[in-house]
């Protein structure tokens, strides 16, 4: 079975993700904030350093419950930073916490992400390989960094819609490519 060359064969748990996961529309908001959360965390590593961490950030991040998140005092962030399980950058821990609660004023001003998410797609699903940006990444993350939020450019947008599905980035040959 061929699938994306991206994905590392050796790693049962890259597998999983990427036959299972990776490019299916998933719009659910408890995901959709895990997914911006935890890509915010792959700026400048690689998302399979992230994916196989993913588990032990859902036990560090209270199971990605933005209203626990939003509420984090400064003794919830020195534990996030001492967990030896995630990735303990300071400025990306700090992030997560503030793009949460602005992933949340988001929500109440559309009605929830997936609505904020359709102002820039019309609710469609794109399908194209060989990129790492488009436009569409660019404007959204234009939008949330004037929004206040951080560890949100182009690049790090345009994976994030590839994980949830609105980007379908499966390569030629991919068994998944539709």
Same mark, same amino acid.
């Given at each position: ?55 032990? *950030?859902?036990?560090?991040? +209270?199971? #990605?419950?933005?209203? !626990? &998140? =939003? ?8 534990? /996030? ?31 929830? *992400?997936?609505?904020?998410? +359709?102002? #820039?797609?019309?609710? !469609? &699903? =794109? ?8 436009? /569409? ?42």
């Amino acid at each position: 079975m061929q699938r994306c060359s991206w994905c590392n064969l050796k790693n049962p748990q890259y597998v999983k993700y990427h036959d299972e996961e990776w490019g299916r529309l998933n719009l659910d908001e408890n995901y959709l904030l895990a997914m911006l959360i935890l890509e915010s965390f792959q700026a400048g590593l690689s998302w399979e350093c992230v994916l196989n961490k993913r588990e032990h *950030f859902y036990q560090a991040f +209270d199971n #990605f419950d933005i209203n !626990k &998140i =939003i509420n984090y005092p400064e003794n919830k962030i020195k534990e /996030l930073l001492d967990n030896p399980n995630i990735i303990r950058n300071k400025l990306k821990i700090k992030a997560a916490i503030n793009n949460a609660k602005i992933f949340k004023e988001i929500t109440e001003e559309y009605g929830s *992400f997936a609505n904020y998410l +359709d102002t #820039f797609t019309n609710g !469609k &699903i =794109i399908s194209e390989t060989g990129k790492t940006r488009s436009i /569409l990444s660019d404007r959204i993350s234009k939008d949330l960094y004037q929004r206040g939020m951080r560890f949100v450019g182009s690049v790090i947008i345009y994976s994030y819609l590839q994980a949830i599905g609105i980007i379908n980035s499966h390569e030629p040959g991919c068994f998944l490519n539709n």
